[in-house]
């Protein structure tokens, strides 16, 4: 039995790292999937053995003993007779009984370096393996999403298409920037008929808005004219539930700050909860005042001093 080169199943350096591994197998997953090619016995096969280098190499323990193990392989595997059972009942395959005791359709060196049963010190043999206990999942797949502020608001839905297979993931509203959505099952196939991987959507939210968020709340600053933040009356303002009119209290203060209960964003998760919306106020003088008006605020002037 040939010792299995995993780095070069994966046409990778010993020195790549996690990120360049699943690079490189998403790319050879894709090549050789099964869906793609169908009735392809030799892709099917190539397919299993990059599955396999994956599952080892992408997995920091695994990946660790393999590599110390490969080193002792390349001295025991001409030992004769024992070769690489001898190297296993001198101790070496103790340390890994607990981390892999099942495997899935892997090939003989996969099994007998992770995936047989014990036997004294050392290794089995195939007559003596344990039945599988796990199949091998498949492979995780990511995926980022932008969105509007508005589009976050009210949530939406997209159309992912993965290895040829479209499918659409609705986006619920209240979702934030940054947050990581899965969907379940819909990721790479398993090679050994396991459980299929999962998509992972990062989400990414602009604010395209005249909004201010933060946390669940929105924050607006709202121009009002000074005879309706005098007198009060009815504005009507925009909001991302939509236009609706609001009172401004009678002497409403530059700077004010009105709070609108439940007019924030959406919850995430709880349909029925909502952040609130935080108004505040910019009074505005009026300009170009005829000589009339001039005269009418001079005359309240006056009044107000001598009412002091």
Do not use: C
Request: aromatic share 8%; glycine share 14%; net charge positive.
């Amino acid at each position: 039995m040939d010792y299995k080169d995993y780095y070069k199943v994966l046409g990778v350096d010993k020195k790549a790292t996690k990120e360049d591994i699943k690079k490189k197998y998403r790319k050879l997953a894709q090549k050789y999937h099964p869906d793609r090619n169908p009735d392809n016995k030799a892709a099917e096969e190539k397919f299993k053995e990059i599955s396999e280098a994956n599952q080892v190499l992408s997995n920091d323990e695994k990946r660790s003993k393999y590599d110390q193990m490969g080193s002792n392989w390349n001295q025991y595997q001409h030992g004769g007779g024992g070769g690489f059972s001898q190297w296993a009942q001198q101790g070496g395959g103790k340390q890994y009984r607990s981390s892999f005791d099942g495997g899935g359709d892997f090939s003989d060196f996969f099994e007998s370096f992770f995936g047989g049963s014990f036997s004294g010190a050392g290794f089995g043999g195939r007559q003596g393996r344990r039945p599988a206990q796990r199949q091998m999942k498949g492979q995780d797949y990511e995926a980022q999403i932008h969105l509007g502020l508005n589009d976050a608001y009210h949530g939406t839905s997209t159309v992912l298409n993965i290895e040829g297979e479209k499918i659409k993931v609705n986006i619920a509203a209240g979702v934030k920037n940054g947050q990581k959505l899965r969907v379940k099952g819909k990721g790479g196939k398993s090679p050994t008929g396991g459980e299929s991987g999962n998509i992972i959507l990062k989400i990414g939210v602009t604010n395209n808005t005249a909004f201010t968020l933060k946390g669940d709340d929105l924050h607006l600053s709202q121009s009002v004219d000074l005879y309706t933040a005098m007198l009060g009356g009815k504005l009507t303002i925009n909001t991302l539930k939509g236009s609706m009119t609001i009172n401004i209290p009678k002497e409403t203060q530059n700077g004010k700050v009105l709070r609108l209960k439940k007019l924030g964003m959406p919850v995430y998760g709880n349909k029925d909860a909502f952040g609130d919306l935080y108004l505040k106020i910019n009074v505005e003088l009026p300009i170009k005042l005829s000589a009339e008006e001039t005269a009418l605020v001079e005359q309240l002037a006056e009044m107000r001093k001598q009412g002091n």
